[in-house]
């Protein structure tokens, strides 16, 4: 029997790679351990060895190849005695939309020798992938409960070790998937761009491909509806300074935007059902009010987490946005610390945008979009008075939330913005 | 005209230097080496290989003297200095001239002399031919090594007190000597005289012998030497070496008494300082603190192009970390994915006195001073079959465990040919594994590296031979 040599899975995020290079032609005698190819993903070139002995057959997929799908068939190995490709391998275009793979749980034993893998185990090749870890990381990432498949490992290889799982947070897993969707891929613009002398090529960095594909991900699968509202916000202007006054012994300096943080936080804790992810066979409404606030930086937006925003003073809220804030632009931002989160903020007043639409951050239901505060002629009592305003909208994934939910959600937070003192009852 | 104008020129020729050079010149780049007296440096003729042939003199020696105990009748035995010497010089010339050959195949350019920063990419060589030359580069590896320490009123003088490099190549061996100090060097030369027949006292400043290893094999050497006949003073210092014709006599003092010893030779093997000087640092942005050049984890000192490695750049004073260092900086440089920073506690140390020590990691005392919950296990030589055969009964080894994690914090080795056993360890610390692993793997048997699982295995309580 020949054997199907399939695009492997190098992160659990991988969906797709380029076949950089063969390092084997046909006709060649490959060693189990001998690398055969190099692959290269969004996040890094990997070399690729052979589980199996015996002798390449056929190259199915040439060098160079790009979006060759994770578990399509790349070349066919022969065993020993066959000659000839028996059956026709399966073409690249067989490998039809795969389902994303899951990362794969690490074995971790709780106690006790951890079992030698033997050489005639063969890594998973589909559903799951190899993860590898030292012993010692594995078993401080079981005491801890520490995700693996989360972890990027700093070791040789990438191979995870201590000091990677050292810093972890317990349950740092990314944040559960939404439904394996057959996503399109990318594909090249149907219209040819013409350069002309003069214009930049500029290659993609992996941060401006994920902003890529989950951005087009979301616009495409995501059924977006969109909720805008005016709030008057001179008595969240008062308090801020009020704040201010006393915030500034724990040195912190509360912003426009570290209320609005705090008031979707209180107003997601008062609607749990706008706390939640569509998944395939369920929803899932999440028990922490986890706020990412979208930070623009160098290589591009990441979105930082305030964990459980809504039980944290809004001076808290501040020196911890401040601090993540400040580690995003530099790049030093862990894992856990962006990944995951169950409603986004994108925050666009301070460029004097007047209100937008975000895009919904998957798998997440909801992003608030926050235009700039600035002072307007409104009718109080019949008559037009000046007052500072400020226009939110909210993006709402209609799988999750329907029209009126998402209307209720903003009244709430209309309520908490022009009445800041309700966030203290 | 010569080549003068290279991407790295390593400074010093010495383990860490002209390993830096090959794996430079393996990575494509135009290299040079600067040395200024021997290729191999100290560490290949005076240092870690001449006294490693010396030493196996004095451990044959050692065994002829017990060769009844092995049912062999050996008569007449004596030895001739010269020849002992003369075999050690011969072993570092062979290395030396080994690694000039390795220079040639990897066609890097050495210049005998002696280099010193002269102004951005410049260095200024003045040649041991005495003409002059200037060479320029992209990178810079300063590698210059160290040299013995002389504390004042200790000073050696080549001839009644010697250090390291006259202990080496004496005229004739003394029949008694005082060794000041009593790490590596110092221990190893106590080691050797005093197995040739020499009347060996040690005097150390701390209260016990080989102090940077772990209590219970400071402990167990000084025994072990002591039945030697070897004469160990803890919490002494050594003042006033009075120097007659052909003797020396210290005074040595403990708690506040004084007592005065007379001997042949005195070694002062009272630590070493990095050879800092003359090398233009003076106006560049390389910091020097302790007679050593300061250094971020890539060896690079601050002022643009310019690294150090090895001795010149601090502790641990060791050949294979200077190498290691090497190897590093250059990948660094020429910017080799995946390169990581050394982590020191998995730098392991040997001493190759009789018995053998070798260590690795964290002390049973420095674990504890970390606050971390331990197991510790421990396996005799005497319980060990190929010990016995061997007829080395003597030593043990040790295992410190983090209890909660199963890591493998530190390992110390006394005993018969430890400093070989050592690396198993390393690797281990290296592929972070835990006690399961250490206890999963199969040691053959009969050998001494059954110790190092019996070890693990005592650490949880389930050690089989004793």
Same mark, same amino acid.
Not at chain 2, 402 to 409: F, P, Y
């Given at each position: 029997m020949s054997i199907n040599i399939l695009m492997p899975a190098l992160s659990p995020t991988m969906t797709e790679g380029k076949l950089a290079k063969w390092h084997v032609k046909v006709g060649d005698a490959v060693k189990s351990g001998q690398v055969i190819c190099e692959i290269e993903t969004d996040k890094a070139t990997m070399e690729v060895e052979a589980v199996d002995e015996g002798k390449v057959g056929q190259i199915v997929v040439p060098e160079g190849a790009e979006g060759v799908k994770v578990n399509a068939v790349i070349a066919i190995l022969l065993e020993e005695g066959e000659t000839e490709v028996k059956a026709p391998a399966p073409g690249q275009a067989a490998a039809a939309p795969t389902p994303a793979p899951k990362p794969a749980p690490a074995p971790m034993p709780a106690a006790g020798p951890t079992p030698v893998a033997r050489s005639t185990d063969r890594p998973a090749t589909s559903g799951g992938q190899r993860i590898f870890v030292s012993p010692l990381a594995k078993r401080i990432a079981a005491e801890k409960g520490v995700d693996l498949s989360a972890i990027k490992g700093s070791g040789p290889n990438g191979r995870i070790v201590k000091a990677d799982v050292e810093g972890a947070k317990p349950g740092a897993a990314p944040a559960p998937a939404a439904a394996p969707k057959a996503t399109p891929r990318p594909s090249a613009p149907a219209q040819p761009i013409f350069t002309a002398p003069g214009d930049k090529r500029i290659p993609h960095t992996a941060v401006r491909k994920v902003i890529a594909r989950r951005m087009l991900e979301s616009k495409q699968t995501v059924p977006h509806f969109y909720l805008t509202v005016e709030l008057e916000i001179e008595a969240l202007l008062a308090a801020r300074q009020a704040i201010n006054d006393m915030a500034r012994k724990m040195g912190a300096k509360v912003s426009v935007n570290d209320m609005v943080i705090k008031a979707c936080a209180k107003a997601l804790r008062d609607h749990p059902e706008c706390n939640a992810s569509w998944a395939e066979d369920e929803m899932i409404q999440y028990g922490a009010v986890d706020i990412s606030v979208a930070v623009a930086t160098d290589r591009g937006l990441i979105t930082p987490i305030v964990r459980n925003a809504d039980m944290k003073g809004v001076a808290q809220i501040s020196i911890e946005m401040k601090d993540l804030a400040s580690r995003a632009k530099e790049g030093k931002l862990k894992l856990e610390e962006f990944q995951g989160g169950g409603f986004t903020i994108s925050n666009l007043g301070m460029f004097g945008v007047k209100e937008f639409a975000a895009i919904i951050n998957p798998p997440q239901a909801m992003i608030l979009a926050v235009g700039a505060g600035e002072q307007r002629p409104v009718v109080r009592n019949g008559q037009m008075v000046v007052r500072n305003m400020m226009n939110v909208t909210l993006a709402v994934d209609h799988r999750v939330v329907d029209g009126a939910m998402g209307a209720q959600f903003l009244q709430t937070l209309k309520a908490y913005i022009e009445q800041p003192a309700a966030m203290l009852v | 005209m010569a080549e003068t104008s290279f991407d790295i020129i390593v400074v010093g020729g010495g383990p860490g230097g002209y390993v830096a050079a090959i794996r430079a010149a393996q990575l494509g780049m135009k290299t040079a080496v600067v040395e200024r007296e021997h290729m191999g440096g100290i560490c290949l003729n005076w240092g870690c290989i001449p006294t490693k042939a010396l030493l196996r003199t004095s451990e044959v020696f050692g065994l002829i003297k017990h060769a009844e105990s092995f049912g062999l009748s050996v008569k007449d035995v004596s030895y001739d200095p010269k020849k002992i010497v003369e075999r050690s010089r011969k072993v570092a010339n062979q290395l030396s001239n080994g690694v000039k050959g390795l220079m040639r195949k990897n066609k890097i350019t050495v210049f005998d002399g002696t280099a010193r920063l002269v102004g951005a990419g410049k260095l200024a060589v003045a040649m041991n031919d005495r003409s002059n030359a200037t060479l320029t580069y992209k990178n810079v590896i300063l590698a210059t090594g160290a040299r013995a320490r002389n504390l004042p009123g200790l000073e050696a003088d080549g001839k009644l007190v010697w250090t390291y490099k006259e202990a080496m190549v004496p005229p004739e061996f003394p029949k008694s000597l005082l060794v000041i100090g009593s790490g590596a060097i110092g221990i190893e030369f106590a080691s050797f005289y005093r197995t040739m027949g020499a009347e060996v006292t040690v005097a150390e400043v701390v209260d016990r012998i080989l102090p940077v290893e772990d209590e219970e094999v400071s402990v167990f050497a000084k025994r072990a030497f002591e039945k030697q006949g070897m004469k160990i003073l803890t919490g002494v210092t050594v003042s006033n070496l009075k120097k007659g014709a052909n003797n020396v006599t210290a005074t040595i003092t403990a708690g506040g008494k004084s007592q005065e010893i007379t001997v042949d030779r005195v070694i002062s093997a009272v630590g070493i300082v990095g050879n800092v000087e003359n090398l233009g640092l003076e106006g560049t942005k390389v910091k020097v603190e302790k007679t050593h050049i300061v250094i971020d984890q890539w060896g690079f000192t601050g002022e643009p192009n310019v690294y150090a490695i090895g001795d010149v750049a601090g502790p641990p004073w060791l050949a294979h970390k200077a190498m290691h260092e090497g190897v590093l900086v250059v990948e660094k440089i020429a910017g080799v994915k995946g390169v990581h920073p050394m982590n020191t506690a998995n730098i392991p140390g040997c001493t190759y006195c009789q018995p053998q020590v070798a260590s690795i990691g964290l002390t049973e005392a420095a674990a504890k001073a970390k606050g971390l919950q331990i197991k510790v296990g421990k396996f005799p030589f005497i319980g060990n079959g190929k010990a016995i055969a061997l007829g080395e009964p003597e030593g043990f080894i040790k295992t410190i465990f983090?209890?909660?994690?199963?890591? &493998? &914090?530190g390992a110390h080795m006394i005993g018969a040919e430890v400093t070989e056993l050592i690396q198993g360890y390393s690797i281990a610390k290296t592929l972070e594994t835990t006690e399961a692993e250490l206890m999963a793997t199969v040691f053959p048997h009969p050998t001494l590296s059954e110790m190092m699982h019996e070890s693990v295995l005592a650490a949880y309580g389930r050690t089989l031979h004793i």
């Open positions: - | 983090d209890a909660k994690t199963g890591e &493998l &914090l």
